[in-house]
């Protein structure tokens, strides 16, 4: 085990990353979003952002 992956996040506006690993005993992942396999099986890591508000922000809408 010990395998390593990086999550990446990307955006205009972040304020504040922070990850979690919903089964620390399988996979860790610290602040810089670097998960470490610790066993097999499987684990759901997540990834919460906060945007800062920006003044003249504009609505942008994405259609198919």
């Known amino acids: 085990m010990g395998g ?3 999550i ?3 955006g205009d506006f972040i ?3 922070t990850f979690k690993s919903l ?3 399988i996979a860790s992942v610290n602040k810089k979003g670097v ?3 610790k066993k097999a099986g499987k684990c759901k890591i997540f ?3 906060e945007y800062r ?3 003249n922000a504009k609505k942008i809408f ?3």
Request: glycine residues 0%; proline residues 0%; charged residues 45%.
């Open 23 to 25: 089964k620390a005993k």
């Open 62 to 64: 994405l259609t198919n």
């Open 47 to 49: 990834a919460f952002v």
């Open 8 to 10: 990446k996040v990307k």
């Open 4 to 6: 390593k992956k990086t």
């Open 15 to 17: 304020k504040s990353k």
């Open 53 to 55: 508000k920006k003044k």
């Open 35 to 37: 998960v470490t396999a």
